[in-house]
Every structure is written in C-alpha cells, then in structure tokens.
C-alpha cells in the first residue's frame, strides 16, 4: 500500500529557511506535491513536480521556495526560504499513481513562522 513519510516541519523567526521531505513508497509515481491549509482556510497548492521535472508554483510563494524530487528516493522536497508569518499552515505531501488520477495525501507537517 501508499505510504507517506513526511518530516522539517517546525518554527522558524520570519526569514528563515526550512525544508521539507516526504518519502513515498508502494506504487510508482508520476506528480509529486506539496498543499498546505491554513486555520480557517482552503487547502492550496503549494508547489508541484512531475516525474520530468516541470513544476508548477501557488503565487504567494513563488521565488521563495523550490520543490525537487529524487526519483531513485521515491522523495520529493520543498526548500523554504524567506519564509513570513502568513507561510503558517499544516503542509501536506500529495502524491498521484502514474497512470491514473488516484492521489494520495500525507499527515501533514506543522510550520510555524513567528518571532
């Protein structure tokens, strides 16, 4: 079955950097993401990548953060930089079956950007 590990959540003082990663394992994979949902807010897309490498950025972060994939990991990342308070939210990694729409999400990982 899917399985979603994710880790580099935290609090960082407004400026800081984090990174997060998210290991996926039992299937094969095409899109890898990341979304995140703010308190009293809809879950968006944070940032997505395809097996090829073509990303795909929400607009509040572009320039700031970058995500990349290990195919040979089966492990996407997001480097977060410059990061502001409203970059609070619960992150989830989202993964798509290759060849299909089915999608998977992860548990979720805490940032906190506060001083």
């Known amino acids: 079955q899917v399985q979603l590990v994710e880790s580099g959540g935290g609090l960082v003082q407004p400026g800081g950097s984090l990174r997060l990663s998210c290991v996926a394992s039992?299937?094969?994979?095409?899109?890898l993401g990341w979304y995140r949902q703010a308190p009293g807010k809809q879950r968006e897309l944070v940032a997505s990548?395809?097996?090829?490498?073509?990303?795909v950025y929400g607009a509040s972060v572009q320039d700031r953060f970058t995500i990349s994939r290990d195919n040979a990991k089966n492990t996407v990342y997001l480097q977060m930089n410059s990061l502001k308070p409203e970059d609070t939210a619960v992150y989830y990694c989202?993964?798509?079956?290759?060849?299909?729409?089915?999608?998977?999400w992860g548990q979720g990982t805490q940032v906190t950007v506060s001083s």
């Open positions: 039992g299937s094969i994979f095409s899109n």
């Open positions: 990548i395809t097996s090829g490498g073509n990303t």
């Open positions: 989202n993964v798509r079956i290759k060849y299909t729409y089915v999608d998977y």
